[in-house]
């Protein structure tokens, strides 16, 4: 039986809510009411790939049974691929593609998998730049400081660089590379 975030209309919701994540860097948005049980980024990667995206697994977080067939997405290395998988807690050497000046759409989006996020608990993230009215804060917890360091070397020359999408079980946040982003 297919798994409800393989059909259209979980995909479909999920693309709205990954939307408002990056319109809004630094919100908490819940997409874990779409398909309960179901890690973010698994509902995440459903609503974003198809066989023309390639994606990194370094780790092996996905099944060759369960994820890569619905996906439909090329495996790659990480050097390579459009989207990579990494937990958040632990720092892997990667350089992903920055893109560059003539094409900087041409970049790698992250998906950090995190213990959680918008609580009360993990390092206090303060966010500014546009799409954060002043400036927002939000917890994660489960992300090594030494991946916001990794971002800020990887989006020094703007507009090449990374997106960050941060996932916990039930919620995603988004991390553009156009917001400024302090460990408080």
Known sequence: MLEPIFTANVQQAVFRDLLQAQSYPGRAVDVGHHAPDVPAYRTVLAALLDAEISLADPV??????????????????????????????????????????????????????????????????????????????????????????????????FPMGVDIILASQARIAALPRTTHVEVI
Do not use: C, K, M, Y
């Open 60 to 157: 092996g977080r996905l099944s060759a049974e369960h994820d890569w067939p619905f996906l439909e997405a090329r495996a790659a290395g990480t050097e390579h691929a459009d989207f990579i998988l990494v937990p958040g807690d632990t720092v892997h050497p990667l350089e992903p593609r920055l893109g560059s000046l003539a094409e900087p759409e041409q970049s790698a989006t992250l998906i950090l998998t995190v213990n959680e996020l918008g609580g009360e608990t993990g390092d206090g993230l303060r966010l500014r730049g546009p799409g954060v009215p002043g400036e927002r804060q939000l917890h994660v917890d489960g992300l090594h400081p030494d991946w916001l360091r990794q971002r800020a070397d990887w989006n020094a020359a």
